[in-house]
C-alpha cells in the first residue's frame, strides 16, 4: 500500500511487521514518535508485543538483552545520549551474540545539549560488535528494518543490528512509502527466530560466564569473523527483499551515476538525497561525477568500495561526525581502503558537514565540489561555518 | 523443612572457586536448594559470578546468565516479559542477584524501574557489605567505621564515615508485595522467606548478610557466628514486611554488646585502640540500639 508515513512511523510500521516479541525503550528526543507510535500499536492490540517501559536507556538494552537470551525476537531504539548511554550494553549484547535490532534516530551528541541531527552518535558506537546500517529515505528505514531481523537472527551471524535514521530530517519527515500489506509474506521472508543456545528450564546453560585470557581473544576473533560473515547475509537479505517485495536501495554499498564518473561524493544517510540533486546539476554543467553510498558502515564495504572506485580520480567524502584530534572518521577508513589496494593516488577530500542540523542544501554542495576542485588531500576541515573558515 | 532431594537437588553445585568459609556460597546453596530447577537467574558482576562461571566451568544446573555489574534487575525483567509473552511464565521463578554493590549503588536505577513495574521477580541482594570482588572498597552498604581500602582507617579517620543505607526500607517504599531480611546464619529462616517470596506473585526483594572473610578479616570458622552476632545486636535486624508494613520480626534472644560483633572482625580493629575508638564504638552501638527500638526485636 502506498501512504504518506512519517519516518518515525515507516520504522514503527516495518518493525510492527516483524512482530517482535518483546519491546523495551526509553525516551529521546528525535526517537520518541517511534516508540510511541509503537506503545499505541500495543495499547489498540494492533502489535501482540510485551512493551516495557523502562526508567534508563541502559535498562531498555537490558531487557531486550535478557529477552533475546531467552530465544524471543527483541527491539530497541534509542538516539544520542541515550544511545552512549546504552553503549556498555550493546557491547554485551554482542559479546553475547544476541540478535537484537536497535534504531538510532541520529542526534548531535552534547556538550552543548543540541537536539538535532548528525552522525556522531552511531560513531561513538562504532566497535561496539553490532552491524550498523545507514538508512537514506523512509522507504529504506521501513524496508531496512525487516532486513535487519533477518541479518541479525541469521545463525552465522547472531549479532545486533543498529539500523541509523537520520534524526528529524528523517524520523519527523513525511514521504510516500510504499508498506508491505501481508504479514504473512513477511514471516515467509522472516521464519521465526530458533536459537541454538538460549535460556531454557528443560535445557539450562550459563551466558556471560567469565573469559579468561585463555579464552577472551577466541572469543572476540568468533565475533569478528561473524562480522565479516554478515557482509554475504547483508547482500542475502537485499536481494531476498528485492525478489519479494521489488525494492531495492543497494546492498553493502549503492551508487549513483558512477559509469563514466571521474569524482565520486561519499556519503551516507539521507543527505545521500540532497547530493544526488546536486550531482544531476552538476552533471548538467558538464562534470563527470557520481555518488557512492555506504550503506552498511559496519561491517565495512571495503571490496565493493574498491570496485565502485576504480577508475576514479577524486573522491569527496562528506561527513556529519568528527574525532576531534584526527579529522573524519568516514574519510580516514576510505583512504585506508585505498591505500590498501593500492589506490592512494586517488585525491581524496574529506569535509566535515551539518553537525547538530547545521542545514546542508543542494546549493552547499555545489559549491563544495567547486571548491574541492582546487583542493588536494583535504582533511577534517569544516564546511558552512558561521564566522571563522 | 525440605526434602532430601531437596536438600541435594544440586542446583548450585560444588566446584566453584569462593574463599572458604564464604558465607555467599552457603547461601547461594541453601536458596537454590529452595527454588528448585525451574528458575531463571541473572547476576550481576561481583564475587558470585566470577567464582561460580569461570569458563568453561559453571557450577549452575538452571540456566543462568551474566551480563554487567548493574543491570541483573533489568535482565530479569526481560526475561520474565520474554517468558510471558510465549507463555511459558507458570511455574517459573526468575531470580534476579546481585552484591550489595550491585544492587544498592550502580544497580538501584534499575532495580527501582523492576519495583515500579512490580513484575514478577525475585531479587536478592547478597550483602556482604563492601565491594568485595575488587578488593574491598566500601560500599553503600558499608557499616559505619568499618575499614575498607576506600574508606582506611588513620590518623584522620575512623573508617567508613557514614552507617548504612536502609536498603530493605527502600525497597518497601516501592510498595511491592514482599520485601525480607535474612542471615546466613539462621539457614532455616531464610529458606522460610524464600519459600514465602517463590509464593507470591510480582516484585520481592530479599537483602542476605553474609559475611566475608577476607573483607571482614576474620577466621574462617567465624562465619555462622558473625552472622548471628550481626543479628543478635541487633546491627542486622531480620524481618519481613508485606508492601509498606513490617509483618515480622525475628526477635533477639539474648542482646549482645556490639563489642563481641566487633572484636572478632580485623575491619574494626582500629576502634579497640584508645579511648577516641572507644567513642566511636558507642556511636555503633547507639544504632544497634535504635535498630531495637525501630523494629522492636526485644
Ligand atoms: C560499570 C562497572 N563499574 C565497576 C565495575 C567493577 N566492579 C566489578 S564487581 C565490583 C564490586 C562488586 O561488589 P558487590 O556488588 O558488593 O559484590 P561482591 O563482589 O562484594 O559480592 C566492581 C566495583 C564493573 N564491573 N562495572
Ligand atoms: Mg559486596
Not at chain 1, 550498523?132 to 528494518?145: C, F, I, P
Request: net charge neutral.
Amino acid at each position: 500500500m502506498r501512504q504518506v508515513l512519517e519516518g518515525s512511523m515507516a520504522v514503527s510500521d516495518g518493525v510492527r511487521m516483524v512482530e517482535p516479541h518483546v519491546i523495551s525503550a526509553y525516551p529521546i528526543t528525535p526517537q520518541t514518535h517511534i516508540v510511541e507510535h509503537l506503545s499505541k500499536m500495543v495499547a489498540d492490540g494492533n502489535l501482540k508485543s510485551e512493551f516495557i517501559m523502562v526508567e534508563s536507556e541502559h535498562s531498555a538494552a537490558s531487557v531486550v538483552l535478557g529477552a533475546s537470551a531467552c530465544g524471543v525476537r527483541t527491539y530497541t531504539a534509542t538516539a544520542s545520549q541515550g544511545l552512549i548511554y546504552m553503549e556498555e550494553v550493546i557491547y554485551n549484547i554482542a559479546g553475547m551474540r544476541l540478535p537484537v535490532v536497535l534504531t538510532v534516530a541520529n542526534r548531535a551528541l552534547s556538550a552543548p545539549i543540541n537536539i538535532w541531527n548528525d552522525m556522531q552518535d552511531a560513531m561513538a558506537i562504532r566497535d561496539t560488535g553490532a552491524i550498523m546500517l545507514v538508512a537514506e529515505n523512509n522507504q529504506e528505514a521501513y524496508d531496512m528494518h525487516i532486513q535487519a531481523f533477518k541479518i541479525a537472527e541469521n545463525p552465522d551471524v547472531m549479532l545486533p543490528v543498529v539500523v541509523n535514521v537520520d534524526g528529524f530530517v528523517l524520523t519527523h519527515t513525511f514521504e510516500i512509502v510504499e508498506t508491505i500489506d501481508s504479514i504473512e509474506k513477511v514471516r515467509e521472508y522472516l521464519p521465526p527466530l530458533d536459537m541454538k543456545y538460549k535460556l531454557d528450564v528443560d535445557n539450562p546453560y550459563s551466558f556471560g560466564t567469565l573469559g579468561e585470557p585463555s579464552v577472551y581473544m577466541e572469543s572476540r576473533y568468533n565475533l569478528y569473523n561473524a562480522m565479516n560473515l554478515s557482509k554475504k547475509v547483508i547482500v542475502e537479505a537485499a536481494r531476498e527483499f528485492k525478489n519479494m517485495f521489488g525494492k531495492f536501495h543497494g546492498a553493502l554499498i549503492d551508487t549513483y551515476k558512477m559509469d563514466d564518473a571521474n569524482t565520486v561524493i561519499i556519503a551516507m544517510g539521507s543527505v545521500i538525497g540532497t547530493i544526488k540533486d546536486a550531482v544531476d546539476e552538476l552533471r548538467e554543467s558538464g562534470k563527470k561525477i557520481g555518488v557512492l553510498k555506504i550503506r552498511s558502515f559496519r561491517p565495512f564495504p571495503e571490496d565493493e568500495i574498491v570496485s565502485a572506485l576504480r577508475n576514479v580520480e577524486n573522491i569527496i567524502v562528506m561527513e556529519k561526525a568528527v574525532s576531534p584530534g584526527k579529522g573524519g572518521i568516514l574519510s580516514v577508513e576510505i583512504r585506508d581502503t585505498l591505500y590498501k589496494n593500492k589506490m592512494a593516488s586517488i585525491n581524496v577530500n574529506g569535509y566535515i558537514l551539518g553537525l547538530g542540523g547545521r542545514d546542508i542544501t543542494p546549493k552547499n554542495i555545489y559549491d563544495l565540489v567547486v571548491r574541492a576542485e582546487r583542493e588536494e588531500n583535504v582533511d577534517g576541515k569544516f564546511i558552512g561555518l558561521r564566522r571563522l573558515e | 523443612m525440605l526434602t532430601k532431594e531437596e536438600t541435594h537437588n544440586g542446583i548450585f553445585t560444588m566446584g566453584h572457586t569462593a574463599c572458604s568459609g564464604c558465607a555467599q556460597s552457603m547461601s547461594v546453596k541453601l536458596i537454590m536448594e529452595v527454588l528448585g530447577k525451574n528458575t531463571i537467574a541473572a547476576t550481576s558482576t561481583g564475587c558470585l559470578e566470577v567464582f561460580s562461571t569461570r569458563y568453561p566451568e559453571s557450577s549452575w544446573r538452571i540456566p543462568w546468565i551474566h551480563s554487567l555489574f548493574e543491570n541483573s534487575a533489568a535482565v530479569a525483567s526481560g526475561i520474565e516479559a520474554a517468558l510471558k509473552i510465549t507463555g511459558k511464565k507458570d511455574g517459573i521463578t526468575v531470580l534476579g542477584q546481585g552484591g550489595d554493590g550491585g544492587t544498592a549503588d550502580i544497580g538501584i536505577q534499575a532495580l527501582s524501574g523492576m519495583f515500579e513495574r512490580n513484575q514478577d521477580i525475585l531479587y536478592i541482594c547478597y550483602d556482604n557489605g563492601a565491594y568485595m570482588n575488587t578488593g574491598y572498597q566500601r560500599s553503600g552498604l558499608t557499616p559505619l567505621n568499618a575499614y575498607t581500602t576506600t574508606s582506611p582507617s588513620g590518623k584522620e579517620s575512623f573508617g567508613n564515615s557514614r552507617p548504612k543505607k536502609y536498603m530493605p526500607e527502600i525497597a518497601m517504599a516501592h510498595r511491592i508485595p514482599y520485601t525480607a531480611v535474612a542471615s546466613a546464619g539462621y539457614p532455616l529462616d531464610l529458606q522460610k522467606k524464600v519459600k514465602k517470596a517463590k509464593s507470591i506473585k510480582g516484585a520481592k526483594y530479599l537483602q542476605v548478610d553474609v559475611p566475608c572473610v577476607p573483607g571482614w578479616k576474620y577466621e574462617p570458622r567465624y562465619s555462622v557466628k558473625l552472622a548471628k552476632l550481626a543479628v543478635q545486636t541487633g546491627l542486622y535486624p531480620l524481618f519481613e514486611a508485606e508492601y509498606d508494613k513490617i509483618i515480622s520480626v525475628k526477635k533477639i534472644s539474648r542482646k549482645v554488646p556490639v563489642e563481641e560483633y566487633l572484636k572478632l572482625q580485623g575491619r574494626f580493629k582500629h576502634l579497640f585502640k584508645d579511648e577516641a575508638g572507644k567513642a566511636e564504638i558507642e556511636k555503633i552501638q547507639n544504632i544497634a540500639d535504635e535498630n531495637i527500638a525501630r523494629y522492636a526485636l526485644i
